[in-house]
């Protein structure tokens, strides 16, 4: 079986476009308006760009009628989002923090999650998820779809501050995987979630390719005062 999507019918009942390309991280996502309503929503195109300095995007397609979705206009107007670890134990919140509300309703409250104070970013974090990045808004790049659902923007951003719960990190100092159960998003209406990992060394790799694979921190910029 093959087809071309631009110019054929999909000889399927349904599209094996999202199926093929799995498992697919999700990108719980919150951030705060410019009037304080807090906004929570689950991006399944989500993805780390690179590690020195950690970078990331996600994006996000438009609405049937056009308008954007509110993370985007949030991140664009306040130059932040937090990225939230969804988990199995979360997948319920999850769910329905997809739900698409009016801009004044805040998804925390809807989903049933308790917010925690952010460092940096003017927004709140999801206090039950183990794992957050605080994404500083770097830029957006749109990509006209065949419809309006079809257009996304592609948000760029900065990683400026980790949290990891400290009763999930184990003694090796690595995070405790298999424990978290981080959701991921299948094709269709289908999800997974990772219960066992394993280890691959590529050999004779390089020092430089190992720091990055294997996750080595890097030395940080020292702020010096002029």
């Known amino acids: 079986m093959h087809y ?9 009942p349904f599209s094996p476009f999202k199926s093929c390309t799995v498992p697919r991280p999700i990108g719980w996502l919150s951030t705060v308006s410019r009037d304080g309503v807090h906004n929570l929503a689950p991006y399944s195109q989500w993805q780390n760009l690179t590690f020195d300095p950690p970078m990331v995007m996600f994006a996000a397609n438009q609405h049937p009628d056009g308008r954007r979705k509110d993370t985007v206009i949030n991140a664009e107007e306040t130059g932040w989002f937090v990225w939230n670890m969804a988990t199995y134990a979360l997948r319920d919140a999850v769910n329905i923090s997809a739900m698409e ?13 308790e917010r925690a104070p952010c460092i940096d970013a003017p ?58 159960q981080p959701l991921a998003r299948m094709g269709y209406y289908d999800y997974a979630r990772i219960t066992e990992t394993f280890e691959m060394r590529i050999p004779s790799a390089s020092s430089a390719t190992e720091d990055g694979l294997e996750g080595k921190p890097t030395t940080p910029t020292t702020n010096k005062e002029t």
Do not use: W
């Open 123 to 180: 927004g709140a974090r999801v206090a039950q998820s183990p794992c957050h990045f605080e994404c500083k808004y770097l830029s957006t790049h749109r990509l006209p779809g065949n419809s309006p659902a079809g257009t996304i923007d592609v948000v760029y951003g900065q990683v400026m501050r980790i949290h990891v719960a400290d009763d999930v990190i184990l003694p090796s100092g690595k995070i405790d995987i298999p424990r978290i």
């Open 101 to 113: 509300l009016a801009p004044e309703e805040d998804e925390f409250e809807r989903a049933g999650v």
């Open 4 to 12: 071309a999507p631009d110019t054929e019918d999909c000889p399927l």
